[in-house]
């Protein structure tokens, strides 16, 4: 099975800074990666799929590149509101393997 | 507006068996591929199971293969999944999720349902 790895763990930012995620899949996906965001205590909220395709309502401050086997999340401008967890996700074929998470607090 | 809503998590005795429910409304159920997603106190999401638009089809994680069913009945615009042999570390919140028009990310989720193997 593919393997998805994001890194870093855990990072703490500036309200302002520009932050990028990266996810790491073991084997080539294409570009069937999605971004989600889980705030504490709430449901999963997908962010962008297709790599680099940002979902409905989503803020323009997130932007995701890639394919094949390396791909990153940027906020280009820290939020207050950014302060979640973010996971990527595999969906090329099963399983549909998430990314262990990066936790993004605030300095 | 698209709803999903789990039922059927609760408290259950390893060895022992739950039948989870994800009741949808707001969309064509019958057009969309359905997933249940797992999620650990404190820990990150897993994918757990996977149905196609008719149920013909289904994929699960290696962890839950043999032991746990995903179905659907679009009478009820329900998917369910079937729990057997439960294990300590199946403990986690469970949330259905629906896959986007074009793709198959998960657009949108339900609150999740509580399931706690222990003795």
């Known amino acids: 099975d593919i393997q998805m790895t994001q890194s870093p763990s855990s990072l703490s930012a500036s309200l302002g800074d520009r932050v990028t995620i990266t996810c790491r899949a073991s084997q080539g996906i294409g570009s069937y990666l999605a971004w989600y965001q889980q705030k504490p205590g709430k449901v999963p909220k997908l962010l962008i799929y297709a790599a680099s395709t940002l979902q409905s309502g989503v803020p323009s401050r997130f932007s995701g590149s890639g394919s094949g086997t390396d791909f990153t999340l940027t906020i280009s401008t820290l939020q207050p509101e950014d302060v979640a967890t973010y996971y990527c996700?595999?969906?090329?074929?099963?399983?549909?393997?998430f990314g262990q998470g990066t936790q993004v607090e605030i300095k | 507006e698209v709803q999903l809503v789990e039922s059927g998590g609760g408290l259950v005795q390893p060895g022992g068996s739950l039948r989870l429910s994800c009741a949808a409304s707001g969309f064509t159920f019958s057009g969309y591929w359905m997933h249940w997603v797992r999620q650990a106190p404190g820990k990150g999401l897993v994918w757990v199971s996977r149905?196609?638009?008719?149920?013909?089809?289904?994929d699960y994680a290696d962890s839950v293969k043999g032991r746990f069913t995903i179905s659907r009945d679009s009478a009820e615009n329900t998917v369910y999944l079937q729990m057997n042999t439960l294990r300590a570390e199946d403990t986690a919140i469970y949330y259905c999720a629906r896959v986007t028009n074009n793709g198959w990310a998960l657009e949108y989720w339900g609150q999740g349902t509580l399931v706690t193997v222990s003795s």
């Open positions: 149905v196609n638009r008719d149920g013909s089809s289904a």
């Open positions: 996700q595999k969906y090329n074929s099963a399983p549909w393997t």
